[in-house]
């Protein structure tokens, strides 16, 4: 059982616009929702990450969005450069359980010149 | 220079072996997961622990085993009896108290033929 969906499975955006990712979890209990960027033969590195008690968080071009009720949160990378070309990963956690994650399948993001 | 090193970063072996992967992090770390990675199924827990000499199953621990002698190392065994042991194999560490922020190794890449 998959508990947190992530799409699209791959995403072509040119350079300057705007990328979307999205995730949607089924467990309420969840309160730490991260996104990870990877590069290829890398391990993953934190991007950015958000708990349910805001809608939104901004670190320079990225940003989360969560709709707590909609069981929903998406990444936007705004002004996309080709060195943003990486697979993402959200994941979520929730508090007890040893900060496991449980991620999303991952989106590969390629930003074209 | 503190994190998380993996190695070999690439290990061949025959069917039928059994093979360690090392995991050793500087961070003074409590925790420390593995995960697997495949194309299109993303990060998929092991094993973790949460303290010297202790560790749980993750979801697809049938066919490894793992140590906890150190803080400081958490070595992963593929054993015979894991059915596709071929994959990325990724090492990460957290602290428990206050952040859910799990730090990755650079990995190792494992095939078996």
């Known amino acids: 059982q998959q508990q947190v969906k992530q799409s699209p499975q791959s995403l072509i955006v040119q350079k300057g616009g705007i990328s979307i990712i999205n995730c949607a979890y089924e467990?309420?209990?969840?309160?730490?929702f991260p996104w990870y960027q990877q590069f290829p033969g890398k391990g993953p590195a934190l991007l950015i990450a958000?708990?349910?008690?805001?809608s939104e968080k901004k670190e320079g071009r990225f940003t989360i969005s969560f709709n707590k009720s909609a069981k929903q949160f998406s990444l936007h990378i705004m002004d996309s450069q080709p060195g943003d070309s990486a697979t993402y990963f959200c994941?979520?956690?929730?508090?007890?359980?040893?900060?496991?994650?449980?991620f999303g399948t991952g989106t590969r993001l390629q930003v074209t010149l | 220079d503190g994190g998380i090193t993996q190695s070999p970063k690439y290990l061949f072996r025959k069917e039928g072996q059994n093979v360690t992967l090392s995991c050793e992090q500087n961070?003074?770390?409590?925790?420390m997961y593995w995960y697997r990675q495949d194309p299109g199924q993303g990060l998929r827990l092991i094993y973790y622990s949460q303290i010297v000499n202790d560790f749980q199953k993750g979801d697809i621990a049938e066919g490894y085993s793992v140590s906890r002698e150190k803080k400081e190392s958490f070595p992963l065994t593929v054993t015979s009896a894991q059915k596709n042991p071929t994959a990325f194999y990724l090492c990460a560490s957290s602290r428990l108290a206050g952040s859910y922020e799990q730090y990755f190794g650079p990995g190792t890449r494992l095939t078996v033929t």
């Open positions: 958000i708990r349910p008690d805001v």
């Open positions: 961070l003074n770390h409590d925790a």
């Open positions: 994941a979520a956690s929730k508090a007890g359980t040893a900060s496991k994650l449980t």
């Open positions: 467990n309420t209990a969840f309160d730490y």
